[in-house]
């Protein structure tokens, strides 16, 4: 894993983390003398219609079933 090194005002006035590859971590060193290190993890791509369904088994169903159309209620909305 490489590794860079900043300061406290360098991540102030900047945001190296966006620049980092995967596995990449910045130390910085504060002037106290305080050491942190942001290390990027990367999870691999989303896959939103995995998410969706995690999302739906969390939340549980009550009441009666409606059927819902969302096009005319955007377009309601938009009116």
Not at 19 to 43: A, C, M, W, Y
Not at 76 to 79: F, L, N
């Given at each position: 894993?490489?590794t860079?090194?900043?300061t406290?005002?360098q991540?102030?006035?900047g945001?190296?983390?966006?620049?980092?590859?995967?596995?990449?971590?910045?130390?910085?060193?504060?002037?106290?003398?305080?050491?942190?290190?942001?290390?990027?993890?990367?999870?691999?791509p989303?896959?939103?219609n995995e998410?969706?369904d995690?999302?739906?088994?969390?939340?549980?169903?009550?009441?009666?079933?409606?059927?819902?159309?969302?096009?005319?209620?955007?377009m309601?909305?938009?009116?």
């Open positions: 894993m490489e860079k090194r900043i406290g005002r991540l102030r006035h945001t190296p983390e966006e620049n980092l590859s995967p596995g990449q971590s910045i130390v910085i060193e504060k002037r106290g003398g305080k050491r942190f290190e942001l290390t990027r993890i990367d999870r691999g989303a896959n939103f998410q969706m995690r999302v739906f088994q969390e939340i549980p169903a009550e009441g009666r079933r409606v059927k819902t159309n969302f096009a005319s209620l955007i309601e909305e938009r009116e």
